[in-house]
């Protein structure tokens, strides 16, 4: 069964950081996948915030360029959300991604909690 379950979330004041993290169970990261970051505040769409690609490329958000790093440890077989100076639009419910999974897509027509994990709860006050 392979699922990936995330950590990490929690309560903060704007302007502090949290460093999520996403475990991988039944399959294991490597540098042939991409994998990211989405998440869904209450009554919004599924927004894509960052990838890291195949090639090692990243993608992030407009609003969180600057503010957010991707990385991965292949040997933790984990995937990280480095999110520093954070603001309140930043609450919502953070997923993490492997098109080993789903597709990694930037317009998700569902729930994000419909394609990926149970996700980290964030809250910025």
């Known amino acids: 069964h392979v699922q990936l379950v995330e950590s990490g979330g929690g309560s903060v004041q704007a302007g502090g950081s949290l460093r999520l993290s996403c475990t991988a169970s039944g399959f294991t990261f490597d540098d042939d996948s991409d994998v990211g970051w989405y998440r869904q505040a209450p009554g919004k769409e599924c927004e894509l915030v960052s990838v890291l690609g195949h090639d090692r490329g990243t993608y992030y958000a407009d609003s969180v360029k600057g503010r957010f790093t991707i990385s991965q440890d292949n040997a933790q077989n984990t995937v990280y959300l480095q999110m520093n100076s954070l603001k309140p639009d930043d609450t919502g419910v953070y997923y993490c991604?492997?098109?080993?999974?789903?597709?990694?897509?930037?317009?998700?027509?569902?729930?994000?909690?419909?394609?990926w994990g149970q996700g980290t709860q964030v809250t910025v006050s």
């Open positions: 991604a492997s098109d080993r999974i789903n597709d990694i897509v930037m317009v998700v027509s569902a729930d994000c909690g419909d394609y």
